[in-house]
């Protein structure tokens, strides 16, 4: 499955947002079926507050003033009925697989930055365990454990730069991917130097 950014959110009533994708496709998502209205999601519940959601255009997916956001390949399938690649285990609806800590006041969606490589992770991700990648105009999906591309499409060097980091610092991108999982900000991780 490729990957999609969003390009502009409408919030609805009902907790729902219409979504536009930067392939032209869009659609409508119920956020109350997405993600369970606790911890860095509590404040969704006031209706005034679910309706500041904004695009954060560097993430490419939607986030609200507390930093939470919602992981654009889950969007992206909920809005438009595309299928969610086999390598995903959804948590779309229901209790989040582990207990969600209480809001934090803001977000660190970016845990590195090195050689104009950007890794991060979303608040509400699908298993597996996996980080996000930008470089340039390209982005990646990439599996914590294997350090392989799970979607997307990355240079050769970028993948081989990302996956010497990756090696380096496994420990950490699972301890954040525990931590986002939660509710809770990532930690940074020192750059690829």
């Not at 959804?90 to 969600?100: C, E, K, N, Q, W």
């Not at 993948?159 to 939660?182: F, S």
Request: aromatic share 8%; net charge negative.
């Amino acid at each position: 499955m490729e990957l999609h950014d969003v390009h502009s959110v409408q919030a609805l009533d009902d907790h729902r947002l219409r979504l536009t994708f930067d392939d032209g496709s869009e659609g409508v998502v119920e956020i109350a079926l997405m993600v369970p209205f606790e911890g860095v999601f509590a404040p969704l519940r006031d209706e005034e507050y679910f309706r500041q959601v904004r695009v954060d255009a560097e993430l490419g997916t939607i986030c609200w003033p507390n930093g939470a956001d919602i992981d654009p390949l889950v969007l992206y399938s909920s809005a438009t009925g595309a299928p969610l690649p086999n390598w995903v285990t959804p948590t779309l609806s229901g209790a989040p697989p582990v207990d969600l800590a209480p809001g934090t006041d803001h977000s660190v969606p970016e845990i590195s930055r090195f050689f104009g490589i950007v890794i991060q992770m979303y608040f509400r991700e699908h298993a597996p365990a996996h980080f996000h990648v930008r470089y340039g105009g390209e982005k990646a999906s990439v599996d914590i454990q294997s350090l392989a591309v799970l979607s997307g499409d990355l240079p050769p060097r970028v993948i081989g730069l990302v996956a010497e980091w990756g090696r380096l610092h496994r420990k950490e991108l699972m301890k954040n991917w525990l931590r986002v999982r939660r509710g809770l900000d990532p930690e940074k991780i020192a750059p690829l130097e």
